[in-house]
């Protein structure tokens, strides 16, 4: 039987599936997981623990002991987006996650960008979070970072979304987090419509 009674943080994480939902929040919150074998413990950044598809920094004998979860700093900004066919209870096609610090006068003083979906692993955006940091956090900075998500992320076609659609849709969610953030614009609203 493939569907079980658990679903644990450890078990979401240690599967190093490239579509477990809470390794990319997480790896956007910065945080830390601690490998455990008999009494030999080491800690490491949750997203160096994610090496390729199928494959995780997790040696023979030592099993996922803890999450360890920054609390975020006052005033930070944080989101996470899942794109899924179904509404609810649907395995995710894309799903981006976002952890933002702004400085006092406006601009990015930190930002943290996550997804699941767009690579063979859970992956950071780094590139474009690079594009943002110490830019203002204004429409103009977001639509330039929108076109470095070429840079980071290069998805796959499958059953769940093509290539092109993922592409399209991973970096609409950071024009979202914008969106949201700020309210300079009215909140998205997706309408289901059905055909005539
Ligand atoms: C129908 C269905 C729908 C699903 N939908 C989603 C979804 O929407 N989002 C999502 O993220 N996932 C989804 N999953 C995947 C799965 O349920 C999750 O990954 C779940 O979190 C696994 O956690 P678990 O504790 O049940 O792990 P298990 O299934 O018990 O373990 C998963 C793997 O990790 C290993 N493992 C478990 N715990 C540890 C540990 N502490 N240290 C080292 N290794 C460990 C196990 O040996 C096994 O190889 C779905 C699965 C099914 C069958």
Avoid: C
Avoid at 8 to 27: C, E, F, K, Q, V
């Amino acid at each position: 039987d493939q569907v079980r009674n658990m679903g644990t943080i450890g078990g979401n994480i240690a599967n190093g599936s490239p579509i477990g939902d809470t390794p990319p929040p997480l790896i956007a919150l910065g945080a830390r997981l601690t490998l455990r074998r008999g009494k030999k413990r080491r800690t490491i950044p949750l997203e160096d623990y994610f090496i390729a598809y199928g494959k995780q920094d997790r040696r023979p004998g030592e099993f996922v002991e803890a999450v360890h979860v920054p609390v975020p700093a006052k005033g930070t900004k944080f989101a996470v987006y899942k794109i899924t066919k179904r509404r609810d209870e649907d395995i995710t096609a894309a799903l981006g996650a976002f952890y933002l610090t702004l400085a006092k006068d406006g601009s990015v003083a930190d930002i943290r960008i996550a997804y699941g979906g767009m690579a063979a692993t859970p992956k950071r955006a780094f590139a474009v979070e690079k594009t943002l940091i110490g830019k203002p956090w204004t429409e103009a900075s977001v639509e330039a970072a929108m076109a470095e998500y070429a840079n980071d992320f290069t998805p796959l076609t499958d059953m769940r979304a093509s290539a092109e659609y993922r592409a399209l849709a991973a970096k609409n969610l950071l024009l979202r987090f914008f969106v949201e953030t700020t309210g300079t614009r009215a909140p998205f609203q997706v309408s289901r419509y059905e055909a005539a």
